[in-house]
Structure formats: structure tokens, C-alpha cells
């Protein structure tokens, strides 16, 4: 895991890159993702939560965050969302994260298979896709062993 110094380069890095101001809250929730394997949820962000950021502050950074392309949405089955980490090439109002989401049966961690290319899909006569969310259930490794 990165030290501490290179975790906060890191954020402050992030957040200029996407053109959003360092503010502490920002700071602490960016640390949890790139302290985090995978995604997070709301709920999950508030658990973890130490530095007693309230509940809106985090609803709100998180809007922020993936209106910025800095994280994307992920739906789950039971209409929750789980917020992952986009790729650099995520930018305000263009996400490029049409990528399969792998969700562990056993221990609800969601990862991102980014190296996994989203089936072509065949859409009838007159529609028109937004966007695509693959959403794979199964066992992941560490739970497998």
C-alpha cells in the first residue's frame, strides 16, 4: 500500500486534473477509493468515514466527482450504485467506462474488469442505447479459495 505523502500526492493531483478545488472532504473520500480495491458505496463512504463528514457533503462530493470523470456509477441488481474510479480518459461530461463489473456473490466486493470488452449488443429497429452497464454475479478469487 502507498505511503501516506504519495497517497496525498496522489489526490491533490486527481482533483487538479479534473479541475476541482482540494478541499478536506474531497481529500478524504478520493483517499478512500485509492485506498479501496474496487468500488465503493454511499453507505460504505459513510462507515469509513473518520473525519466526520456529513452525510450531504458526501451525496454532493460524489455527484462531483463523477460529473468531473473522476468516478463512474455502477448499478447493482437491487437498484443501489456503487461509485468506482474512472480511467484517465474520463473527463467532465465524457465517461469512457463502458466496462464490465464483476460482483462477488459471497463477499459483495465489485470490481472493475476493464481489460473486458462489453459484448456488442443488437438493439431492435428505432432504439437507441445511452449507455451499457455488463454486470457479472459470481465467486471472486478470494473467496474461491
Known sequence: MPDKHTI????????????????ESRSRI???FLREPGALSHALIEKKNSAGIDRVTIYRTLQTFTDSGLIH????ADNAVLYALCRDACTAG???D????FICEKCRHTTCLEHTEVPRI???????????????NGT???CRE
Open 140 to 142: 471472486c478469487n478470494a
Open 8 to 23: 496525498a500526492q496522489s489526490v491533490n493531483e486527481l482533483l487538479k486534473r479534473h479541475g476541482l478545488s482540494v478541499t
Open 73 to 76: 456509477t455502477i448499478p447493482t
Open 30 to 32: 478520493l483517499e478512500m
Open 98 to 101: 463502458e466496462h464490465v463489473h
Open 94 to 96: 465524457a465517461h469512457h
Open 122 to 136: 443488437e438493439l431492435p429497429e428505432g432504439f437507441r442505447a445511452g449507455s451499457v452497464a455488463v454486470l457479472i
